[in-house]
């Protein structure tokens, strides 16, 4: 009990948004705080991803921000990799960072300094930092960990669509009559989004969806057709499944011939992929594997969800490109609920390379090797120009780190 008559007026609490960091959702919260304690993380209603649902390590997040000794509060310095690390003042830590950078361009060149982002950044933290290398500092040596876990997706998008730009949106789960997902256990891996498709799928129970994945995961469990296959062999079904797609005309021709180039190699390609022959490569019956293919190619809107079953390969990028093309020779993109859609491990991966965060992007997806490309970024900065050499892409940049070249990397 406080006697005394004056007592110290309560701390009020205050209210921020922000973004849980844990999977490619990007699921809105709402932070309440109380001085410097963080009281509670409810989900934010108000946020297009999420809508106010959150799983459990987002309903958790108010645990993760700890209040004993063990939480860095404040910057640290060592000069020498032998001794401890001691706290600093923020300005204090920020005119070192400033020094480093400035006398390392003098003494090596703009080209020693190497920036490694992340997909939790937020795209203005993106477009800061992109300034800070290209346009002040005069590197190229920006990238980011998309480099690692989304490459064959970016890669089979240029290839395919000509821009790194998924054309889908999570609001087309609301409107999918056919839902293909393939190498993602969306169930555990982005479970807010899992929700939202199994409230779609309630809403409309004529859905078909389709699981691709050799084992059997929690996202099965909402699956109408189940093809384990054998682990690798996506390419294969896929082919496959054009191949009944061409056989059985259910291709859009109008949409082909409008639309792309290509299309007759491609059909010389796939014209031994029969079901037969993918039953025997993929392991699973050639039955379901024409199922597949009609579910897909007949719906009157068909979305593909894919992740890092199909990105972490050595044949990724044609993993990817061989399911853009299922969505381009049935005209399943460009309208409400259809698309090829891959699903980011973090919240803003696509949010960085639209913002330029890679050393083999410009922001809009403009080409850093493009000097009409970089003249039109340098006029939008308010600079004279940008770098010609092209930059250091993530491993390539570790490289440079261990050879001596890159004397600072942030």
């Known amino acids: 009990m406080n006697d005394s008559p004056h007592p110290e007026p309560a701390v009020p609490s205050r209210t921020i948004a922000s973004i849980c960091c844990y999977c490619g959702t990007g699921c809105g919260v709402q932070i309440r705080s109380q001085g410097n304690r963080v009281m509670e993380v409810s989900g934010d209603t108000h946020h297009p991803s999420s809508r106010g649902k959150l799983c459990s390590k987002g309903l958790n997040l108010a645990a993760t921000v700890r209040h004993d000794d063990s939480r860095i509060m404040s910057a640290q310095l ?26 390392t361009i003098h003494s090596h060149g703009p080209d020693a300094i190497g920036f490694y982002l992340s997909g ?60 293909f997902i393939a190498g993602s256990n969306t169930a555990f891996a982005h479970p807010v989004l899992f929700r939202r498709l199994e409230a779609a799928k309630a809403r409309n129970p004529s859905m078909k969806i389709i699981v691709v994945d050799p084992r059997r995961t929690d996202t099965c469990d909402i699956a109408d057709l189940h093809l384990p296959i054998s682990a690798g062999t996506d390419v294969a079904l896929f082919h496959a499944m054009l191949n009944v797609m061409v ?48 579910w897909f190619a007949q719906a009157g809107s068909t979305l ?107």
């Open 120 to 179: 939790q950044l937020l795209t203005e933290d993106y477009a800061v930092f992109n300034k800070l290398a290209r346009a002040l500092i005069g590197t190229n040596n920006i990238d980011t960990n998309s480099r690692l876990c989304m490459s064959s997706a970016v890669s089979a998008y240029k290839l395919t669509l000509g821009a790194d730009a998924p054309p889908a949106c999570y609001e087309d789960l609301d409107h999918a009559e056919t839902v």
């Open 247 to 294: 056989w059985e005309d259910l291709i859009d021709r109008d949409y082909i011939a409008r639309h792309t180039e290509g299309f007759e190699a491609l059909k010389q390609r796939i014209h031994d992929f029969t079901p037969k022959s993918a039953q025997e490569l993929c392991g699973v019956p050639a039955a379901d594997i024409i199922q597949c293919a009609r």
């Open 78 to 103: 060592r000069r020498h990799k032998n001794e401890p690390r001691r706290n600093i003042a923020l300005m204090s830590a920020l005119t070192v960072a400033a020094r480093k950078l400035a006398d």
């Open 304 to 410: 593909s969800l894919y992740t890092m079953g199909l990105n972490q390969s050595s044949s990724g990028t044609a993993k990817n490109a061989a399911l853009i093309h299922l969505h381009l020779a049935t005209g399943q993109i460009g309208k409400p609920g259809a698309g090829p859609f891959s699903l980011t491990g973090q919240p803003n991966a696509m949010g960085g390379r639209e913002a330029g965060g890679m050393a083999t992007l410009l922001p809009g997806h403009r080409d850093p090797g493009n000097a009409a490309h970089r003249e039109e970024v340098a006029a939008l900065w308010g600079v004279e120009q940008l770098p010609e050499t092209s930059g250091l892409t993530a491993v390539d940049m570790f490289d440079a780190v261990l050879a001596g070249k890159i004397k600072v990397l942030w």
